[in-house]
């Protein structure tokens, strides 16, 4: 009904950067907060960047200076700009948002399937 596909998972050096995208399809009506998850081996999903609708932000202390999330809502996709990466920040980076939809009309949280980020020293 309602997909989540994220893309611009890559290996990379310490320091370097990547941006990674993640568009929602589907019969959606609205899209609220949208963000980012990330996943190592052995640890917790943790939260990276959130981003509602009118622009309103929040970033992981671990993350602040260093990622920008941003979104299109015209396109309904968010982005992801990570700068200055570290060898810690390797992690499966996962797509999420809430999402209204209409069969009936309810909200929704959707994931994507993951995107692999691997930071190399």
């Known amino acids: 009904q309602v997909q989540l596909v994220e893309s611009g998972g890559d290996f990379v050096q310490a320091g370097g950067s990547l941006r990674l995208s993640c568009t929602a399809s589907?019969?959606?009506?609205?899209?609220?907060?949208m963000g980012w998850y990330r996943q190592a081996p052995g640890k917790q999903r943790e939260l990276v960047a959130t981003?509602?609708?009118?622009?309103?932000?929040n970033y992981a202390d671990s993350v602040k200076g260093r990622y920008t999330i941003s979104r299109n809502n015209a396109i309904n996709t968010v982005y992801l700009q990570m700068n200055s990466l570290k060898p810690e920040d390797s992690a499966v980076y996962y797509c999420?948002?809430?999402?209204?939809?209409?069969?009936?009309?309810?909200?929704?949280?959707?994931w994507g399937q993951g995107t692999l980020v691997t930071v190399s020293s």
């Open positions: 999420n948002a809430e999402v209204w939809v209409v069969t009936p009309l309810r909200r929704l949280e959707v």
């Open positions: 589907g019969s959606i009506v609205n899209i609220s907060a």
């Open positions: 981003i509602t609708p009118g622009g309103t932000t």
